[in-house]
């Protein structure tokens, strides 16, 4: 399984960029951390069709696998994962080929959190929006850290994560 993870975090160095960096270790995944692209707010009329989304989503539509990571900030997505959901509006609208590349591929979250339960109203958008795009959705794995990182936890956090792809 060809597996690639989209990482949104506000720290890049961060919580989920170490148990990332873990799961990539030991998957051999393809990493795109959004942090590293220009992409824009979703735009009605579709000015910023330049920048980094579009490329991404060529880039993404190689592999069989997306893994979603994204710490829980205010029981949500990053803003920055949330800016590209918004932005596979574009894959409806003016690149509906494109989108049509997306389906049958499955997806699943990666995500950190302080509370010891990732909230159901975080995982929802990630299953629904799977539902829309005709994509399979694999279920989430979740680290709890409220301390110091504890890398034998999130080496195995990861190999958890790794066993619900395949
Ligand atoms: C803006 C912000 C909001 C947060 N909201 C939550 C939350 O709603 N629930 C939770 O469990 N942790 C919350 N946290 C804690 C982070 O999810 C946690 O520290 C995470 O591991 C940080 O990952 P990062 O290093 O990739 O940013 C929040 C942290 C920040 C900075």
């Given at each position: 399984?060809?597996?690639?993870v989209v990482l949104g975090t506000s720290k890049s160095d961060g919580n989920t960029r170490?148990?990332?960096?873990e799961f990539v270790y030991q998957s051999g995944a393809a990493l795109f951390d959004l942090s590293e692209r220009e992409?824009?707010?979703y735009d009605y009329e579709h000015k910023n069709r330049m920048d980094d989304f579009l490329p991404l989503i060529i880039e993404l539509s190689e592999?069989?696998?997306?893994?979603?990571a994204s710490p829980v900030y205010w029981y949500s997505m990053s803003a920055q994962l949330?800016?590209?959901?918004?932005?596979?509006s574009d894959l409806l609208t003016i690149e509906k080929?494109?989108?049509?590349?997306?389906k049958g591929k499955s997806i699943s979250i990666l995500s950190t959190g302080y509370n010891t339960e990732l909230p159901e109203c975080f995982i929802e958008p990630f299953v629904l929006t799977a539902k829309y795009m005709h994509m399979e959705f694999?279920?989430?794995t979740y680290a709890a850290i409220q301390s110091e990182v504890d890398?034998?936890?999130?080496?195995?956090?990861?190999?958890m994560a790794l066993h619900k792809i395949h």
């Open positions: 399984m060809n597996v690639a170490r148990l990332v960096n992409i824009s707010y592999f069989d696998h997306i893994v979603f949330k800016v590209f959901f918004d932005r596979l080929q494109l989108g049509r590349r997306l694999n279920g989430w890398l034998a936890a999130l080496e195995a956090v990861a190999e």
